[in-house]
């Protein structure tokens, strides 16, 4: 997606070999215009799919989710990163490790909100080491639900959460793979 590796250059800040800061447009400021294509990429690349909801985690992962949701006609779900008061009852729960926050987090899903009737597209803004995304199949799995593929806004290629993910036979599309930021460069991979 040439509009979004355009951003990321312009934009993104190496802050060292492993970490692209792009909060200027996904992970602090959204730029609507963006997420929109995003969106509308990600509901052509998963066109051949019945999607029924569109599951995500807080919080920078549910722009790009909310727009695919907006493309196609389905419910977006987030997991939640914090229990508050009203996320009570029955959940769905996993453990996900972060790693630009060096913590991790037991996420939640209302066990109201996913059923095995439904087919599932994962959207996150990262991947990189795939722990958002293991915890997201696994809330998957305990629902039931079908996961028809992954969607990525940016995969970091040189980290290994792609290639494990595609390994174990998980459809995963990236709209932009990062090769390397070594040398504070960025250089996508073809």
Do not use: W
Request: proline share 2%; charged share 25%.
């Amino acid at each position: 997606m040439d509009l979004l590796k355009e951003k990321i250059l312009k934009e993104g800040k190496v802050l060292s070999d492993t970490v692209l800061k792009v909060d200027s447009f996904l992970n602090h400021q959204i730029d609507p215009l963006l997420m929109k294509e995003i969106g509308e990429e990600f509901a052509n690349r998963f066109k051949d799919e019945v999607i029924t909801k569109v599951l995500t985690i807080e919080s920078s992962g549910i722009a790009p989710a909310t727009m695919l949701g907006l493309s196609i006609g389905a419910q977006v779900v987030f997991a939640r990163k914090k229990k508050s008061l009203t996320l009570s009852g029955d959940l769905y729960t996993s453990q996900v490790y972060s790693f630009t926050k060096r913590e991790t987090n037991e996420i939640s899903v209302s066990k109201d909100f996913l059923s095995p009737d439904d087919n599932v597209v994962i959207i996150d803004d990262f991947l990189a080491n795939g722990e958002a995304v293991k915890g997201l199949l696994d809330i998957a799995k305990q629902a039931g639900c079908k996961v028809v593929g992954v969607g990525i806004v940016i995969e970091k290629g040189f980290q290994n959460g792609g290639k494990m993910l595609r390994e174990q036979g998980v459809r995963v599309e990236s709209l932009a793979i990062i090769k390397s930021l070594k040398n504070n460069t960025i250089e996508f991979a073809e």
